[in-house]
């Protein structure tokens, strides 16, 4: 009685159907470890460019393998829109992993031959991330392929609670693994993840058919041109980019304030961060169960609610209310990432839809950087809990911007 009551449960979750999809239930444990390992490199990169830098200047040697491994990205999304745009979501995918598992893998080869030098490390990092706004693009467009509408949202969900997971068991899994093997080892592990997962995709992902043929697309910005011809996912496409801006400065501010403002140490961020992992991994999961949700109102209010959750930090709130209001703000973050992808999966045609999803993640890969970058100069000049209150009220305005925005387009379309 119990087992049937458990299976009736569980059968009538959201995430049922996604993870019992025929396609799905094949590719989605290899996308899962590959974003494991993508949480244990975060760590080995950096450690890994500490042991390579010269002494004397560590710090830019570091910041620059950092940058390696994401900004490329952003410039992959612009320049192979011509070739790329036309593919199946398996296909974008799949490429981008080939890329990652060769690049990648060639750095732990070139190390134990002793021929890593810095700049060829960082020039391997660089090519790794060169296709991850398509590979991005072609996991949603894959799950729009083969799931039904009403199933995308938990779809979605699904990729976001592999993301967040992964933060939460990649790090200290790097750490235990740097212990053993050092860094190398680490990035090796995460290039194994991206051939089983290119291997995945091209046994167990169907022959989609591809939504045209490269010479169709008119330039490498078609994706941005859709987007600007529509002001709804032009309108999307800010409130993303705002979000993620605003939310970068939070990064640089909270070491700051945990070490210089509560003389905390490495294992007080580290709560910081874990509470805020939990939060996000416990908010992907409650994601699916919003399908029934406005989702214009419901992603703007997912803004609003997060900035209003980082109020504490910047209010001086005591460190146990901090901790939890930061776990309740990865709670509210998480499902971002899902309600907004379903928004452009059903305003893009499926011929626009790669090209949007590819510049919507090129956006995504430059906004937090971004806010990275204005966020140390703002903690030096205002402080740090200053910054986390610039940005919490910043993100707060943003989301009432956004819904009068979204009000004042409804009430013209009602005349």
Do not use: C
Not at 5 to 29: D, E, G, Q, T
Not at 357 to 384: C, D, F
């Amino acid at each position: 009685m119990a087992i049937e009551s458990v299976r009736k449960i569980v059968s009538s979750s959201p995430y049922w159907p996604v993870v019992r999809h025929p396609v799905l239930r094949k590719i989605l444990p290899g996308v899962g470890l590959s974003y494991i390992g993508d949480g244990m490199s975060t760590v080995a990169i950096t450690w890994l460019a500490l042991e390579l830098a010269p002494e004397s200047n560590k710090g830019t040697w570091v910041a620059a393998a950092a940058v390696a491994y994401i900004l490329p990205g952003a410039l992959g999304g612009i320049l192979f829109g011509r070739v790329l745009s036309a593919r199946s979501g398996a296909q974008l995918a799949g490429w981008d992993a080939v890329l990652r598992a060769t690049a990648l893998g060639l750095i732990p080869v070139m190390y134990v031959l002793d021929a890593l030098t810095m700049g060829l490390y960082i020039a391997l990092l660089a090519v790794s991330s060169l296709l991850h706004a398509w590979g991005t693009a072609g996991r949603y467009t894959l799950l729009t392929e083969v799931l039904q509408e009403r199933h995308h949202l938990a779809g979605n969900a699904v990729i976001t609670i592999f993301g967040e997971f992964a933060t939460v068991v990649g790090p200290p899994a790097a750490a235990l693994l740097i212990a053993w093997g050092g860094a190398a080892t680490v990035i090796a592990v995460d290039a194994a993840t991206f051939a089983l997962l290119a291997l995945t995709y091209r046994l167990a992902a169907p022959g989609t058919a591809a939504s045209g043929t490269p010479r169709d697309q008119a330039s490498r910005s078609a994706g941005f041109r859709a987007i600007l011809g529509d002001r709804r996912l032009s309108g999307l496409l800010a409130l993303t980019f705002g979000y993620f801006f605003l939310f970068g400065p939070v990064l640089v501010a909270l070491p700051v304030l945990v070490s210089e403002d509560l003389g905390g140490s490495a294992a007080t961020l580290a709560w910081y961060y874990t509470a805020f992992g939990v939060g996000s991994v416990i908010g992907g999961l409650i994601t699916g169960y919003l399908r029934n949700w406005l989702l214009w109102p419901t992603t703007i209010g997912i803004v609003t609610g997060f900035g209003a959750a980082l109020l504490p930090m910047g209010l001086g709130a005591p460190t146990p209310v901090v901790l939890v209001s930061f776990g309740v703000s990865g709670l509210i973050w998480a499902p971002y990432a899902a309600t907004s992808t379903v928004l452009f999966q059903r305003s893009a045609t499926p011929e626009q839809l790669p090209q949007v999803l590819a510049a919507r993640g090129t956006v995504m890969i430059v906004s937090v950087p971004l806010g990275n970058m204005i966020g140390g100069p703002l903690s030096t000049a205002i402080g740090a809990r200053q910054t986390l209150l610039a940005s919490a009220v910043g993100t707060i305005l943003l989301g009432a911007v956004a819904a009068v925005a979204v009000l004042r387009r409804r009430g013209r379309s009602a005349v």
